[in-house]
């Protein structure tokens, strides 16, 4: 049992192994804290709430625009009806 306890082969795989293994468990609990933060976030509002009420400003915006370009439509519509043949 001492030679296998000595070789270098034993202890660079064991060596390995445990490298493995905490890369496995700090990956994990990483992972675990990301997604206790992004529910957080998402309770609190965070992030999509701002990006959500941005959008919201942004299309008013646009509509209040479209319903100008909509009205001088109408009016060159008009004008272009009136004028005689």
């Known amino acids: 049992m001492e030679y296998v306890l000595s ?9 390995a192994v ?6 496995v468990i700090t990956t994990a609990i990483t992972k675990g804290n990301e997604t206790k ?3 957080a976030d998402a309770a609190n509002g965070g992030a999509y709430k701002k990006f959500a009420e941005e959008s919201a400003d942004l299309n008013r915006r646009l509509l209040a625009r479209l319903d100008a370009l909509d009205g001088r439509l109408e009016s060159v519509e008009k004008t272009l ?3 005689p043949g």
């Open 7 to 15: 070789s270098l082969w034993f202890w660079l795989g064991a060596v």
């Open 18 to 23: 445990v490298a493995i293994v905490a890369g």
């Open 37 to 39: 933060r992004y529910v």
């Open 81 to 83: 009806t009136d004028i």
